[in-house]
Structure formats: structure tokens, C-alpha cells
């Protein structure tokens, strides 16, 4: 991340800060890991503190129907059942002590506001386009943008459509870009797949100066509690930090090829605690004259291998839809499926896009996903 700052702010922090009309601004301190981790400092019109009710908490744990696989498995992400409300429209999937991951399909916008408080969000953007609406200032968005939201961010989403789809992440560490590719100041390296300026930081709005009750759904412990506030969340006139939501889209990912294949970490994007996040763009294949394109059999003993397949044709299964989620567990050997391997031979050049998250502990499957699973997958490999 890199510093930013919108709006009015006072010269110096911890400081008096007024209004034109002499009324104090409050200040709040915006970040994770205690004092330690990055933050932004916001400052409102009014005390964000201010509830006026609370009230019961709704569960939402993801229920599980398989807690140890060793199995390779096939989801069908066409098949997850849409729903009107934003947070309805979750489906996970997959899920462990580190994330969670699924589908939402929602056809409308928030008329409330919404702030998970336990895990940092991402949402790759499948189908359709919006506005995430944010405290700190609003991102627009379309398909191929992946929504990085910090926890604690207070947001809304406007949709655009009806047909919106996300690829959902949530994660209980902070989601970053790779370390590998910063120096010791945290600037993106000229060997990094992306720089600054393919991320993009939220847009000014000026705050909402209104009193009244102001329904934030908060998410912690897997149960969502709805607080009722005096003020609006959008009262911020300005902020500054390290520490807001941004977008990045996936076609700004600047491949690294090579004369033979190359293996998965060059398509690294993100990452968090025990996990990393890649994207699989559209690129040269390997220019090796005895080059095989198709990725080589592999075990990833340490790690799971999720991918999430959303534009163009993947060249290393068959019979692969968009939207499907495919789960290679950890110590199981998988590779490219029968023919794949001498399909590749002699291509030049992919027009596939994927989301690719390798967790480092392994994942429980859940009742949502057994659902929407494909049988035959696990032995899809017989010739």
C-alpha cells in the first residue's frame, strides 16, 4: 500500500481540528494489529461512537459436510443459487482457520450499511459492475476487479445489475501484496507483475452530515449483530494513511513467461497468513522450441490448490465451465487432464483468466459446496 490522503485534514495529528462554524472534527484511528499494523486516520463530523441500540445476532457459520478431504473436487459455481440481499448471497465453499471462500450472486443493493469486523474482504468481481460505497470514498467497479476492503471498513455496495457475481474471500490475517516483490520502503520493484498505479484508491464524497438511525450490520465471531447508530458513517471530511479499500483489475497483471513452463508463485497477487492469491491472465506461452505449455504433474504436499475459472478457455482441463471452483488437495498428485498435455504443444498464446488461492492448511468442505459438486471429477483423469 501506499500513503494517501482525501479531504481536510488538520496540519498535524492529535490536534485540534474545527469546522468552519468552530465545531470540533473527531478523530479516529483506522487499522489492525493493535498499533503496530498499517492505518489510516479519519475525521468525522461527528463521534463515531454514537449507538443508540443493539440488537440480536444472527449466526452465519458456515456448515461443514466434509472436515477432512483428500479428495480432487469439481463445484459447479453456475449452480449457486442467487439471492436479493448482499449478505445472503454468500455462499462459501471452502473454508479453514485462515478463510473462507465461495460465491455471491446478489441482485440488489444494501440499503444498509455493513462492516466485517473480523476478517479482511476480497472480492473479485465475475460478472456485472456497481459502486462499493465506503467511509473513506467510493470505488466504481466492473468485471475483472478484484475489491481489496480492509476489516472495519463501513461500506455499502451499488449494483448495477441484477446478474452481479463475486468470487468472496474473507480473511482473518490482512491481505497484502507480495512482500517478495517490495523493497524495505514498501515500494512495488520494477520486476513486480503490477505498480501503484494499477491500484486504485477510493474517490472523495463529501460527508454526510445527518442525525437520525443508521442500521451497520456487523460481522464477528461468524455471527452478523445489527447496531443502530445516531449519525451517518459517511461523515468523514477527510482521512490519510496507509490503510482504506482499493481496487486493481486482473487484466493489469502483467505476466511473467519464460522459455519453459513456469511454475504458479510467478502469478502471485496477494497474500495473507498461511495463503496466497494468483491470477492466471492471458499470455505467451513458453518459447522453449521443445517447450510443453501445459503445466507439469504435481503434488503441492504443503498446500491446497483452489482455482476459480472466470474468462476464456482453460487450457489444462477438460470440460470446464466459468464459475467453477476446482479443489486440489494437498499430497495428491494432479496435472492436466488426458490430452491436454499434447493440445498444448506448438500454442503460442492463452486467453484464460483465473483466480488461483493456495492455502497452507487444509480446507473443509462445506454443505453449500457438496450441493453444487460434480461427481465424476475425481476421476476425470482415466484414459
Not at 29 to 51: A, D, K, M, V, W
Not at 127 to 145: A, Q, R
Request: aromatic share 14%; net charge negative; charged share 25%.
Amino acid at each position: 500500500m501506499r500513503y494517501n490522503h482525501s479531504g481536510n485534514i488538520p496540519q498535524k495529528r492529535h490536534t485540534i481540528f474545527k469546522s468552519p462554524e468552530d465545531k470540533f472534527y473527531y478523530e479516529q484511528l483506522f487499522g489492525t494489529e493493535g498499533f503496530h499494523g498499517i492505518s489510516s486516520l479519519l475525521y468525522h463530523i461527528h463521534r463515531p461512537t454514537q449507538i443508540k441500540s443493539i440488537g440480536t445476532a444472527k449466526d452465519v457459520t458456515p456448515k461443514i459436510a466434509v472436515e477432512k478431504n483428500v479428495t480432487p473436487r469439481m463445484f459447479k459455481g453456475m449452480q449457486v443459487t442467487p439471492e436479493d440481499d448482499f449478505l445472503d448471497s454468500r455462499k462459501f465453499l471452502l473454508v479453514n482457520n485462515d478463510l473462507k471462500m465461495g460465491l455471491s450472486k446478489p441482485r440488489k443493493s444494501t440499503d444498509y450499511f455493513y462492516k466485517n469486523a473480523e476478517c479482511d474482504e476480497l472480492l473479485f468481481v465475475h460478472e456485472g459492475s456497481g459502486v462499493l460505497k465506503t467511509f473513506v470514498g467510493n470505488l466504481d467497479f466492473s468485471t475483472g476487479d478484484y475489491l481489496i476492503i480492509p476489516r472495519g471498513t463501513i461500506y455499502q455496495v451499488e449494483l448495477h445489475s441484477e446478474n452481479t457475481v463475486f468470487f468472496v474471500l474473507e480473511s482473518h490475517s490482512p491481505i497484502y501484496t507480495p512482500k517478495r516483490y517490495r523493497n524495505e520502503f514498501g515500494q512495488l520493484l520494477e520486476h513486480s507483475p503490477f505498480c501503484e498505479r494499477d491500484i486504485i484508491a477510493p474517490t472523495f464524497v463529501e460527508p454526510k452530515d445527518e442525525k437520525g438511525e443508521f442500521l451497520i450490520k456487523v460481522k464477528k465471531e461468524n455471527q452478523i449483530t445489527d447496531f443502530i447508530y445516531a449519525t451517518h458513517p459517511f461523515d468523514v471530511v477527510g482521512w490519510d494513511g496507509y490503510f482504506y479499500p482499493y481496487k486493481f483489475n486482473i487484466k493489469n497483471f502483467e505476466p511473467i513467461t519464460g522459455r519453459i513452463h513456469q511454475p504458479p508463485p510467478i502469478h502471485q497477487n496477494f497474500e495473507g497468513h498461511n495463503f496466497v492469491v494468483c491470477s492466471f491472465c492471458a499470455r505467451m506461452y513458453d518459447y522453449h522450441p521443445l517447450a510443453i505449455p501445459a503445466p507439469y504433474n504435481h503434488s503441492n504436499i504443503d498446500s491446497d490448490e483452489v482455482l476459480f475459472y472466470t474468462e476464456g478457455d482453460f487450457m489444462s482441463r477438460n470440460h470446464v465451465d466459468l464459475m467453477d471452483f476446482s479443489l486440489h488437495p494437498g499430497g495428491i498428485v494432479h496435472g492436466p487432464h488426458p490430452g491436454a498435455m499434447e493440445r498444448s504443444i506448438g500454442k503460442k498464446f492463452t486467453e484464460e483468466y483465473a483466480v488461483m488461492v493456495d492455502p497452507f492448511r487444509p480446507l473443509k468442505i462445506t454443505e453449500e459446496a457438496m450441493k453444487v459438486e460434480d461427481p465424476t471429477y475425481k476421476t476425470s483423469w482415466l484414459e
